[in-house]
């Protein structure tokens, strides 16, 4: 267990020390808080159960304090941050238990979890009715990404920003989303140790090291920490990995490939390139798709995977891409955390890696995360209690970091899923360089189809479909800016 505690301390400590990105200041970075009161951020309470002195001291007389949960994955992959607890099976179940028992106990609250996973535009519509119909049924949602994005910028969420006795600035609270859907001031979502449903939806790349040493190499550890992990980097391993293993003369799911992917990858890989379809800058939303670099890795994804001798489209000739990686039939999968799981009843020696640079001049790696299965925290309008609703989020996110993230690091991805001292490393790289592209979660103009459009047809005519939506786009962000940054 010295590994795993070592790791945990490790991972603790970088996101303790994470800063913005580019030298921007982060929302809420002052070292008080509200009020002039309570401990600067980072600083722990002598009880580690203890809310923080910055919060009211009062109890809510056993109030049901009920959280929507949406999600538009309904494989049971994604884990319900507040679920049905009192039949956990796993260590994370047990540590949100222990938690909201912990709550019980402090606050006088009883937490509900209400989920609705699966279906699309739930989470908007649900939160939307009660808000016009002033039913205060759901005091907090973790909704899905596009319906988080929605509920925004119709003026739905309050300002997690000015909200109670929320200090974002604080460690629990994800300090990179934050940072990129902070819309002048105002947060209308995020993230944190509140929730893990987005850390599970964050993207990497998984290898067999099986096939590493059947080929003799070495494996690329040092080549991530040298900061030379790079898409071509990864590109020249692909190349060499293609075995018909059938014997049909064609390649097929029952082949072995140099990398398996879905058609959303490439969104990834436009992010871990560090450059989104649009994003934040000078109090204001731009369009930032039309770069160099972001058609260079449009365009260097799309042309290694027309390669469908060593490249397998796992959505459109495979019933799973995951499992095409657990039967050792590929030696890349680029995906998201939520994919671990497939491999932990299994024999097969894998390490995991963040996704690459695009290339070495770039100076850190970047994590993208998958829409589909992420989700956000917010607070619809109806809820009427700023007091009770800030005083319960504020502590579930402060012990959830005491009792949920451990679970989750250091006794079920390291003491479980991740099989080697140097993937722990890795993950620790890929959750301190989160990136949350605005451009994505508000499908801007269309792109996000578009390009994954590129993906499924094979086409690397990047000029062109950005020409075809530029002028939507502009519209989008118009009415988006108009919409997000006006005081609410």
């Known amino acids: 267990m010295k590994k795993t505690t070592a790791f945990l301390c490790l991972f603790l400590a970088f ?44 109890t809510y007389d056993g109030y049901e304090f009920n959280i929507l949960m949406t999600n538009l994955n309904a494989s049971g992959d994604v884990l319900q941050d507040f679920g049905a607890l009192e039949t956990a099976t796993t260590v994370i179940e047990d540590a949100q238990f222990l938690r909201n028992e912990r709550a019980a106990e402090e606050l006088d609250v009883k937490l509900v979890g209400m989920a609705d996973y699966g279906s699309s535009n739930t989470g908007y519509q649900k939160i939307l009715t009660a808000n016009k119909s002033g039913d205060n049924t759901y005091d907090m949602g973790v909704i899905a990404t596009y319906d988080a994005g929605k509920l925004a910028k119709a003026g739905e969420l309050r300002d997690l920003a000015n909200y109670g006795y929320l ?143 060593h490249c397998l489209n796992g959505q459109t000739k495979s019933s799973s891409a995951v499992g095409m990686f657990s039967d050792g039939k590929c030696l890349f999968r680029a995906g998201e955390h939520i994919m671990f799981h497939y491999f932990r009843d299994t024999e097969l020696d894998y390490g995991i890696l963040p996704l690459p640079k695009l290339d070495e001049q770039q100076e850190r790696y970047y994590t993208p995360f998958g829409g589909w299965d992420a989700s956000f925290v917010c607070v619809p309008n109806c809820c009427e209690n700023a007091e009770r609703t800030s005083t319960v989020m504020e502590y579930l996110a402060k012990i959830s970091r005491e009792l949920v993230t451990p679970a989750y690091y250091e006794k079920t991805l390291v003491g479980s899923t991740v099989r080697d001292e140097e993937s722990a490393d890795m993950i620790t790289i890929e959750i301190n360089n989160r990136v949350f592209d605005v451009g994505y979660i508000y499908d801007i103009g269309g792109y996000k189809s578009a390009i994954e459009q590129l993906s499924s047809g094979f086409s690397t005519r990047f000029s062109s479909m950005f020409s075809a939506y530029s002028r939507k786009a502009e519209r989008d962000i118009e009415t988006l800016n108009e919409q997000l940054f006006a005081a609410k």
């Open 15 to 58: 996101l303790m020390l994470a800063l913005p990105a580019c030298g921007e200041k982060t929302p809420g970075t002052e070292t008080a808080a509200p009020n002039g009161t309570g401990s600067a951020p980072g600083e722990e309470t002598a009880d580690p159960f203890a809310r923080q002195d910055y919060i009211a001291k009062d």
């Open 167 to 309: 200090d974002l600035s604080r460690v629990w609270w994800d300090q990179n989303i934050n940072r990129d859907v902070n819309f002048g001031g105002h947060v209308y979502f995020t993230t944190g140790d509140i929730s893990l449903t987005t850390t599970m939806a964050m993207y990497n790349v998984v290898f067999n090291k099986d096939m590493f040493r059947e080929k003799g190499w070495e494996m690329p550890y040092d080549t991530v920490r040298e900061g030379k992990w790079t898409f071509d980097a990864m590109k020249e391993y692909v190349l060499q990995i293609s075995e018909d293993l059938d014997g049909n003369n064609e390649m097929n799911d029952q082949d072995r490939y140099g990398f398996v992917y879905i058609k959303s990858t490439i969104i990834a890989f436009l992010g871990t390139a560090g450059e989104q379809i649009a994003r934040v800058d000078g109090g204001e939303i731009k369009l930032t798709l039309n770069t160099e670099r972001a058609e260079k890795a449009i365009v260097s994804f799309v042309e290694m995977t027309k390669d469908q001798e």
